[in-house]
């Protein structure tokens, strides 16, 4: 996991610069960076603070150069992957007043947003969260059916309407459902065409209306690189996110769509998938990423 990308940093780091050298070095560093799926305004903003931490001092005559590209790495890793503001899932729903506490997931087929969901419900199902999800992707084949093998797999029920049919609506049925239940979280599915599709983010502009979610979701591939990036910022303009999720983090050798999304959206990465299983699903934690790509001075 994060190989590449903990290479690419310690070639860096172990590099003897020179005020001649450092430049190109600064210039291998941000090519090194893109080719690990870093978006570019993210490698900028790594190499710029390299290069600020430099400014004044006479290379040729330090003896700790390792250190200070190492330090600063950190802290400018550190300062991507720290959020505006942090989101505890399960503090954010004990802490709620009235039921029930509505979570919205974002993302394009194949990213494994359906899965997560399952993940997410067993997560609070397991912490003694009563949950209900509704079936608000009415325009994918085999969407529904889908979503309830894995609802069904961790004990949850769906709510769900005919397919083509207005999936805010859905939204808005389960929601009741909660109420009338005393269900503390429901859970919302959207469709997952892509986030150049007009109609889909009207769509989930009217799911998001009429649901008034606490919590809108982006469930990210980290596999999809760049493109997880441009789902990311696209949904973020037109609908508005609160919290991240990867997926497929184990498999990841690169590591670059979890700095880049952290860089662009401004918004936690609170869980990542590491499984297909159930239980696959654990806390972000950016001190354990940051370790897994820079070597410890």
């Known amino acids: 996991m994060l190989e590449k990308l903990k290479k690419t940093f310690s070639s860096f780091v172990n590099k003897t610069l020179t005020e001649k050298k450092l430049e190109n070095t600064i210039n291998d560093l941000k090519l090194l960076l893109l080719s690990n799926d870093v978006a570019v305004d993210t490698a900028d903003e790594i190499c710029k603070k390299i290069t600020e931490s430099f400014e004044g001092e006479q290379l040729g005559r330090l003896s700790s150069t390792r250190k200070i590209l190492f330090e600063t790495l950190k802290e400018t890793i550190t300062k991507i992957l720290t959020p505006e503001e942090e989101v505890n899932l399960l503090e954010e729903i004990k802490k709620k007043k009235g039921k029930p506490y509505v ?14 969901m399952a993940k997410i419900a067993n997560l609070l199902k397991n912490n003694g969260f009563s949950i209900v999800a509704a079936a608000a992707d009415t325009f994918r084949a085999a969407a529904i059916e889908q979503l309830k093998y894995h609802m069904d797999k961790v004990g949850i029920r769906v709510i769900k309407h005919e397919y083509k049919s207005d999936p805010a609506s859905v939204a808005y049925d389960a929601i009741e459902h909660a109420k009338a239940k005393n269900i ?8 997952g065409r892509q986030v150049t599709d007009k109609n889909l983010m009207i769509e989930i502009q009217k799911i998001c209306r009429i649901a008034k979610p606490d919590l809108i979701l982006f469930i990210g591939d980290s596999l999809a690189g760049n493109d ?6 696209e949904f973020n ?3 508005g996110i609160d919290a991240n999720i990867l997926t497929k983090l184990d498999a ?20 990542c998938g590491v499984g297909q299983g159930y239980n696959d699903l654990i806390p972000f934690d950016h001190e354990i990423f940051i370790s897994n790509i820079l070597e410890q001075e």
């Open 184 to 191: 503390d979280v429901v859970l919302v599915d959207t469709a």
């Open 228 to 233: 997880a990036l441009f789902q990311a910022k």
């Open 103 to 116: 979570i919205v997931f974002l993302g394009v087929n194949g990213t494994g947003k359906t899965t997560t």
């Open 237 to 239: 303009k037109h609908v």
């Open 252 to 271: 990841d050798a690169k590591g670059g769509a979890a700095l880049s999304i952290s860089f662009e959206t401004k918004k936690p990465i609170i869980f």
